[in-house]
């Protein structure tokens, strides 16, 4: 399992740019950006999951799902996070808010 660690960019009203910073030689190395993902938490997007019957705590679990697989994908391989990831779910959790 690779250790990551995930750093927001100031967020946008609908989205932030989440950069996924890996360690090649290990954590207490150097760090490398692998590449950025961007969370859309638009209106619309938002909608479209409440339109299906989700709630808050199912919408944000789904964003938890989503940017872990996405991450997945780029890394190829299984991950966990060793700094940020609890920042990122709030500016999520901050902005879903707006919807409720």
């Known amino acids: ?5 995930l750093k ?8 932030v740019d ?4 890996d360690f090649p030689d290990g954590f207490s190395g150097e760090e490398r950006q692998r590449c950025k993902v ?4 638009s209106e619309s997007a938002v909608r479209q999951l409440q339109k299906k019957g989700m709630n808050k705590e199912e ?10 697989n996405v991450v997945k994908i780029h890394l190829a391989t299984d991950w966990e996070p060793v700094s940020g990831y ?3 779910m709030a500016i999520i959790l901050e902005h879903v ?3 409720f």
Not at 18 to 21: E, L
Not at 59 to 68: A, D, P
Request: charged fraction near 30%; aromatic fraction near 16%.
């Open 18 to 21: 989440v950069a996924i910073i």
């Open 1 to 5: 399992m690779k250790e990551i660690k």
């Open 8 to 15: 927001a960019d100031k967020p946008f009203h609908n989205n």
């Open 38 to 41: 961007q969370v859309d938490f």
């Open 59 to 68: 919408i944000l679990k789904h964003y938890e799902e989503w940017l872990y």
């Open 86 to 88: 609890d920042e990122v």
């Open 97 to 99: 808010d707006l919807y």
